[in-house]
């Protein structure tokens, strides 16, 4: 075990040296983006932020984004998306302010709230169009910010060997495991293994890898719905990192107006995943 650990360290420290990585936002196809967005705002408080014809809504404290756009011939009600497939967790000191907003706004529950066997409360609750929301209570909060408002915690990921995909995302992504979680202290089954939090090396957001079964429906959806995108200093050396690791390349372009290379690949596991590189002017 301990031999275990000094290589894991060894692998997110190099790595995150070695590649320079950010969390940056999780794209979700919708009827309405600005609908979307300024529910999202009026309801949870969340900035609103346009980039050119670019809809996105961030935290408090910025720290990541969830980009709305509409595609009509695209799926865009998550209704039938397992919460254990797929979810974004926020983080916040008074769950109950947030639930009953999220319920006064035409949101519903998942499940009944809950408390996990460390004490941290947990409600799980979709918004209209059937996007799945965790609000979390940390006795113990991983990250810090501003009380009173939400913050951007993890996006859980439903992975088939979740600890291989764990060291994937550190070795060929850079991508560091800040902490991990007993799945013992979880009132539901949810993991056999320790689950894993992949981040960014600059805490900026993670992923929580669960492994409850088949449930992997997200992955059968295209970039025309849903990814997750990554700002990254060099995307082609990453890219071709990740591709001899087992990824797959779906497209290479370059947006003229700003610069910026825009490389969309899936991981081994499936996961749609987009490589942003802003080109210095």
């Not at 209570?137 to 993890?154: A, D, N």
């Amino acid at each position: 075990m301990k031999k275990y650990l000094f290589i894991l360290f060894i692998l997110t420290t190099t790595s995150a040296i070695a590649q320079d990585i950010k969390f940056k936002y999780l794209a979700l196809n919708v009827p309405d983006k600005m609908e979307a967005a300024q529910w999202w705002h009026n309801t949870l408080n969340f900035n609103i932020i346009k980039e050119a014809n670019e809809v996105y809504v961030s935290d408090a404290g910025n720290n990541f984004r969830i980009k709305f756009f509409s595609d009509p011939l695209q799926k865009n009600n998550y209704s039938d998306v397992s919460f254990d497939a797929c979810h974004i967790a926020l983080e916040s000191d008074n769950l109950s302010y947030w639930e009953q907003k999220i319920l006064k706004a035409g949101g519903k529950y998942n499940t009944p709230p809950r408390h996990n066997l460390i004490g941290d409360a947990v409600v799980d609750m979709r918004d209209p169009h059937g996007i799945m929301i965790q609000l979390i209570y940390r006795v113990h909060p991983y990250y810090t910010h501003k009380s009173g408002t939400l913050r951007f915690e993890h996006l859980a990921l439903n992975m088939t060997q979740q600890k291989d995909a764990a060291l994937w995302y550190v070795e060929f992504m850079g991508l560091t495991i800040p902490w991990s979680k007993d799945p013992a202290d979880s009132t539901r089954a949810v993991s056999t293994y320790r689950i894993p939090y992949v981040g960014d090396p600059g805490r900026n957001m993670a992923m929580e890898f669960l492994s409850t079964g088949p449930e992997r429906d997200y992955t059968k959806l295209g970039f025309g719905v849903s990814y997750i995108a990554f700002e990254v200093k060099d995307a082609t050396t990453l890219a071709k990192k990740m591709i001899s690791g087992g990824a797959k390349q779906i497209s290479n372009t370059e947006k003229d107006a700003n610069k910026t290379l825009v490389i969309k690949i899936r991981c081994p596991w499936g996961n749609m995943l987009e490589l942003i590189e802003v080109k210095k002017q």
